[in-house]
Each structure stands twice: as C-alpha cells, then as structure tokens.
C-alpha cells in the first residue's frame, strides 16, 4: 500500500530527445509526488513535485504529467542533454506531521551525445 | 547557505562492530531525516528527528537508532552491523513539509 512503483530501470535517450519516466502508487492518501536526480557520489536533489490538485507542472524542460485517476504521474525531459545523465527518483508522502519520502527504485538515464 | 554536510564520507566496519554516522542540517532547519540507499535499490525511510525528538521510524529492526541534539545536529547508530547494513546512508533536512534537502551520504561498508 505504501509502494510506488518507477519505470524504466534504465533509460538511454539522444540528445535532443524526450526522457519519460513513470511512477505509479496505490495508497491515494499520497498528496505529495516529487521527483529526485541523483549524480554519481552525491545526495539526491530536489527537481520538481506537483500536488494531486494540479495535473501537470512544468518547470524549464521538466514536467510532471499526473493522473490522479489511474495513480501514476510522470517526468518528462525535454530536449535531454548529456548533463541529465542521472539517477531518478520519484517519492511521495504522506499528508501530515510525518513527511518521510517513499521512493521509488530509480531511473539511471543516459543521454548520448 | 552551507547544505546539508554529513561525515564520514567513507567509513569502513567489520561484522558485529558499532558505527556511528553524523549529520548537520542546513542552518534553521529543525526536521532532520536518515534514508539508507542499499546497492540496486531505492531509498527506503530510516527515522525522523524533529525539535529533538524521534517522529518516526521506518521498518528496521532497533538496533539502528539515533538521536537529534539541541542544535538540530543528528547522529545515526547502528550496533551489531551485519553485512547487509552496507549502504549509503543519506541525511535530509527540512523547515518546511515539502522540501527536503540530502547530503551527500556516509557509504558504510560492513567487512
């Protein structure tokens, strides 16, 4: 009830291409989906999130597609460049006092030049 | 605005020993939360810290524990380490719900 579910594992894109990565959850008390880019060595950063009341937010070249009705949402990478070559994670939390992430298993995408 | 620093970078352990790994969130920042990044998999929940106190703890058995001090810093204990205890171990910190911001993480090896 408290997973949520990432795919692809890996992702390899052309530069200049769209990267897509899917999550999708079962627990609909979920109000929080963000998603984490994590570089060899280092902590995951904050990308984006979006809220259950929005169905897409968009910042630069991330979006967030969300479904609230089939319990998915997605990243979308436009114009992928070589420097998003990364590890994706998306999460989602809980409403309330206790805001521990629930991630997912993670996306490595490899953009080539 | 220093981020969220963690140490040791790197710390080595053999089976059944201590370790004891450290945390100091971002300046005003008074949630503190520890993840552990297992090889292959996702982050998977740890425990949360705030004003001191232990908010919650995800599913692990009790002899990885914590504490949060006064000045919002943390440290993460894990006795009796076994060799599934090998990880990277992140820190997170946040003011508000929402945003939670990671260190880059103490790799623990279990030998």
């Known amino acids: 009830q408290q997973q949520v579910k990432q795919s692809p594992q890996s992702l390899i894109v052309q530069k200049g291409g769209i990267s897509i990565i899917n999550c999708a959850y079962e627990?609909?008390?979920?109000?929080?989906f963000p998603w984490y880019q994590q570089f060899p060595g280092k902590g995951p950063a904050l990308l984006i999130a979006?809220?259950?009341?929005?169905s897409e937010k968009k910042e630069g070249r991330f979006t967030i597609s969300f479904n609230k009705s089939a319990k998915q949402f997605s990243l979308h990478i436009m114009d992928s460049q070589p420097g998003d070559s990364a590890t994706y994670f998306c999460?989602?939390?809980?409403?309330?006092?206790?805001?521990?992430?629930?991630f997912g298993s993670g996306t490595q995408l490899t953009v080539l030049p | 605005e220093a981020g969220v620093t963690q140490s040791p970078t790197h710390l080595i352990k053999t089976r059944g020993q201590q370790a004891t790994l450290r945390c100091s969130p971002i300046?005003?920042?008074?949630?503190v939360y520890w993840y552990q990044q297992a090889l292959g998999l996702g982050l998977q929940f740890l425990l949360w810290?705030?004003?001191?106190?232990?908010?919650n703890r995800g599913n692990f058995p009790p002899r990885f524990s914590g504490r949060q001090f006064p000045n919002y810093s943390s440290e993460l204990n894990v006795n009796a380490l076994e060799l599934e205890d090998s990880a990277l171990y992140l820190c997170?910190?946040?003011?508000?719900?929402?945003?939670?911001?990671f260190g880059q993480g103490t790799r623990l090896t279990v030998v």
């Open positions: 997170a910190s946040s003011l508000r719900p929402f945003e939670a911001f």
């Open positions: 627990n609909t008390a979920f109000d929080y």
């Open positions: 979006i809220r259950p009341d929005v």
């Open positions: 999460a989602a939390s809980f409403p309330g006092s206790a805001r521990q992430l629930t």
């Open positions: 300046s005003g920042h008074t949630s």
């Open positions: 810290y705030d004003e001191g106190e232990e908010r």
